[in-house]
Structure formats: C-alpha cells, structure tokens
C-alpha cells in the first residue's frame, strides 16, 4: 500500500512471511525473547518507550512532579513516546495512618487524564528513596517530604532514635543506623511493626480503587528499588520482598482485576546485573497471570561518572550479560512467563560513550520484547533537556519508528532511521489494528507499507495503523519513505 502524506491509498497484496515465535533461548544464552507483552483494551501486544516522570515528586509538598502537560507535550511532539513510569508516594497516598488522600488522587488523575489525551498508557510507581523524608529531623512539617529520603510517610518511619548523619552521597544514607532500623521495622525483621506492610498493601488498594476503571493506567510498579535493611539478597528478596508483593497482589486484586502488577527486585548489585532471588508471585485473578517484571540497570563503571569507554566499557558489557541473563531467569522461571519493562535506566548522557551505551540498552531492550522508562524526564544532563530547555542526544535517540500496539505477539522488530520491520504471530482475535510511530525525521513524506493493509496515518500523531488478513499466521510489515 502506498500512503501519501496526510492522505492514503488503499490497496496493496497482504503478504505474510512464514516464520514462528522465538523459543525462548536457553537460560543465559543472551538471545532470549520474551513472548508475554502487557495488553491495552483492544488486546493489542503493547510495546511501552517512554519517561520516568519525575524525580522532582518525590519531596514535592503535593506529591506532584513539576512537569507540565506543556512538558508532556514536547515530549510527545519530539520523541513519540507511548509509555510513562509515574511517581507516586505512600507518604502522599496515605498521610494518616487508614485516611487515603483523595484530593491527591485526584491530582495523580488529571495528569493521568494528559497521557490519556495523547495515547499514553501509565505505569504508577510507589517510589521510595533510602525510605522517607522523615529519616531526618528536619523532615518538613513531618510530612515524610523531607531533604533526603522519600516515600513512607512520618507515621510509618521508625528510626527508634537511631542516628542518621548527614552523607556526602545520598546512597550512603542507607546504611545510616536509623534507616536501617527504618527498614527494619517496615519488613517487620525487629518482629515490632507487623503493621506497616499491610498498612502498604491497603495503600495500594486505595490507588487501584481509583485506577481500575482507568484503561491508561495499565500497571502498579509495587515498590521502587527495594532495600532490605539488614536483610539482603535471598533473605530478603525470597522473604519479606515477596510476602509484601503478594500481598499488595491480593490487595490490589480486590478491586482491579486487570492491571499489571509489576514487581522489581532489590536494587543493590540486581540493578548491576547480580541474579535476583525474587520469588513467585501468583496472581489470584481469573485467567491470564498479569504479573510483570520490572527491573532497572545501573552498571556500576558508569554510575561512579566513568563513561561508556575503555574499561569502563569492558565491565558494562559483561553486566548486560549477566543483567540480562537474570531477567531471563526471574521472567521465565520465576514468574512464569512474565512480561518485563525496564523501569530505570539512565546516565550522564554528556560522559563519553552515552550515545552508544543508550543505543546498546534500547537494542537490548528491542531484543528481549522489554518495555522501556528512561530515568528520568527531569531537566539535566541525564534527561531529555537541559535546565535552559536545550534538548540533549536522549531527544533523538527516542525519536525513532517503532511498533506501539500489535495485532498479535510481536515475534521481532527492528527500526532504522527510515525503515521499520515488525514480525509478529497475528492474533485474528485483535480486531484492532497495529500502530507504529514514524518520526518525521526519517518519514518526511509518503511511505510505502509491504505486509499488511494500510487503515489509517495521521500526520499530528505520526501513527500509522496497519491491518493484515484476519487468517493471516506469521505476518511480516516494512514500513520505508516512498520511493
Ligand atoms: C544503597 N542502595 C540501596 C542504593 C544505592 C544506589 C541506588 C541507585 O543508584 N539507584 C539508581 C537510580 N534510581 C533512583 C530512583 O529510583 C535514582 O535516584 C538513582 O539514580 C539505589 C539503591
């Protein structure tokens, strides 16, 4: 089929390329597919790019980021994004011990509504950082948005008077003794607060309470970058890390039955590719598990400010290695066949090699069927735009064609600057039809479309939505600029 530019021509043969969906490789072999996708309402395979948004919630007085829809739309008009990684706070959800703040709600649901306009789906991330603002006595006004932490709220923060020094890295503040005991506490390891994750747990039915009706809110990411406290690894990743994600599970499933529940692992050395010992969540819902896996990366050379280069290069190839091996592991056999999204990943896109480090993740990513949310959306030289709004090397290497939403399992996909191929299984129960972003900058006029239908383009959005034959089985499209 041939499209002109704003308009379309139908026509064109359906032709579908013969091929089947990757076995998954052997544990480790670094070529694994996954073949489990989050869904949308129309059960299309969803293929998620998109933001962290934002850190600057996270002290926030009212829990929200400073980003505007302005922001978002920049953001949707430069780089095409589908997906958002949106932080929200147990501090802000429940300020008093059982009274969930629905004016906040109500805030987290008008920025909602702005991804909504613009096709977005939503992921909310119950996000903590060395536990809470309060883990400091100058935690303002003892809401739990203090200087340092963030996350519980004042009430739920025990540090039983243990100290908490002022770190020159915010990181060491985790083994600071108050929050440690801090930790200690919430995972009930001191055997003196058995209330506080099911205190959690309702905190996440009150947010899905709100969201379950919502289609753009497609998943809960249940904590963001668990510490253990002195608990670690095994003990506490296969102790009280999946007792609490079972438990938000069940608490979620009282009142949402079809969100994603994504859960992530610890973040100290699994977020540096060292296997996670997560255990099995099962999902009391009818049907289809919706369990997602959601882990981060930070290879270790890169987060101490070494670039992508030299040695630093050497240890953050064989990272990917391992991280990914790991992912594998926990998704299939952990998880059962789990759907995965890289929730973080980021760095200083000014050290040497970022531009072939972000293109080393995103092909990883394109490889294994993960979504992505990049850490983060805020102003900065890890972000998409400086503080003075000048946009770094993040805004083009987003921009980039790639499939959205898929009639069917995606089987692969691989996008140049003016060529996008996607194969996929065709489910003839999807009757909508597969969506795929063009960027202007490599499709600045009429394209031609080989393997499917062409149903509809619109210019604004830049999607392109193609249908294949409803029996057909393997379907192959290649999207290119017309000749
Ligand atoms: C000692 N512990 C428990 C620790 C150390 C370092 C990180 C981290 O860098 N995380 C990477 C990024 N993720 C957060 C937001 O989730 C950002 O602030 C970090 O840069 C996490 C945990």
Redo the contacts with the bound molecule.
Sequence with gaps: SLVLAGSLIAGGGLAAAQSSLPSSGSAGSGDWTTTSYLKDEDGRSLILRGF?TA?SAKSAPDGMPAFTEADLEREHEAMGTNFVRFLISWRSVEPEPGRYDQAYLDRVEDRVGWYAERGYKVMLDM?Q??YSGAIMADDTAGTGAGPIGNGAPAWATYTDGLPVEKQDR???Y??QPGVMRAFDNFWNTTGKHPELMEHYANAWRAVAERFADNDTVVAYDLM??P?GGSLQFETFEAGPLTDLYQRSTNAIRTVDQDSWVCVAP???GV?QGIPSALGKITDPRAGEQRIAYCP?L?PLPL?LGDGYSGVSKTLTDATMHTWRASIEQVATDVLGGAPVILG?F?LDTTLPGAQEYLDRVYTAAREMGAGVSY??SDPGTWGPYLTDGTPTILVDTMNKAYPRAVAGTPVSWSSSVDRLELTYRNDPAVTAPTEIYLPAAGFPGDITVEGADVVGWDQDSRLLTVRSAADADDVTVTVSPAA
């Design positions: 962290n850190s996000h950082d060395v915010w990181e060491l985790y083994i963001n970058e510490w610890q973040a100290v977020n981060h930070y987060d973080e980021g850490w983060s």
